[in-house]
Structures are given as structure tokens and as C-alpha cells.
Nanobody
Framework: QVHVDHSGGGLVQAGGSLRLSCVVS????????MGWYRQGPGERLELVAGIRSGDDTNYDDFVKGRFTISRDNAKNTGYLQMNSLKPEDTAVYYCAADVMRVGDRTWKTYWGQGTQVTVSS
């Protein structure tokens, strides 16, 4: 089994910062990519940022320059540093990881349970 666990959400005032963490655990051979997604009230799920092997990153235009995605491969952990937060960033944030389990030959995407981020104006 593979588990994806989040931490770091909460309530913050506009202009503030939060750091989300995502720990991937279980029967892991390799993690190819990790991504952070979010779903605001009444909105569809959208990609916020992604990071692949070699630390190749991509960001949604709305968060460029404010959010930074990173990963610690030794700890199977991903991070999303969120600065200059805006009320429009309010959403449930989800981490997803593309994982190959020990003994498998295919990649599968695993999702965390989500963490609420609320930005007050």
C-alpha cells in the first residue's frame, strides 16, 4: 500500500504564508513526480504546481512568483511554500504522487486526503 499524508494547512490573513507538506509512505520503489492541486468552493480541481525528477517544475500562472514547490527525495516528501497569499487562494489543496511500487512495472497516481487553506481578507 501507498499512503499520501498532508500537513500544514490552516487559516491565514491575506499577505501571509503557509507551507504544505506531503509525505508519501509505503511500498515505494520510486516517485517520478509530485503535484499540488486545489479545489476552491464551487470550482473544479486545478493543478497548482508540479515537480518531476531532476527538479523540473511548473506552475499555474496565478501562483507564479508566489508559490514554490520542492521535494526531498530521501524523505519521499514534497512541499509547497505559499507566500503573499490571497483570498482567492482559499481551497482544499491535494498532493498527488506518481509512484512505482516495489515489484511493479507501472506507475500509479496516489492522492492525499486534502488539506484546507483559508485566506481571510
Amino acid at each position: 500500500q501507498v499512503h499520501v499524508d498532508h500537513s500544514g494547512g490552516g487559516l491565514v490573513q491575506a499577505g501571509g504564508s503557509l507551507r504544505l507538506s506531503c509525505v508519501v509512505s509505503g511500498n515505494i520503489f520510486n516517485i517520478k513526480a509530485m503535484g499540488w492541486y486545489r479545489q476552491g468552493p464551487g470550482e473544479r480541481l486545478e493543478l497548482v504546481a508540479g515537480i518531476r525528477s531532476g527538479d523540473d517544475t511548473n506552475y499555474d500562472d496565478f501562483v507564479k512568483g508566489r508559490f514554490t514547490i520542492s521535494r526531498d527525495n530521501a524523505k519521499n516528501t514534497g512541499y509547497l511554500q505559499m507566500n503573499s497569499l490571497k483570498p482567492e487562494d482559499t481551497a482544499v489543496y491535494y498532493c498527488a504522487a506518481d509512484v512505482m511500487r516495489v515489484g511493479d512495472r507501472t506507475w500509479k497516481t496516489y492522492w492525499g486526503q486534502g488539506t484546507q487553506v483559508t485566506v481571510s481578507s
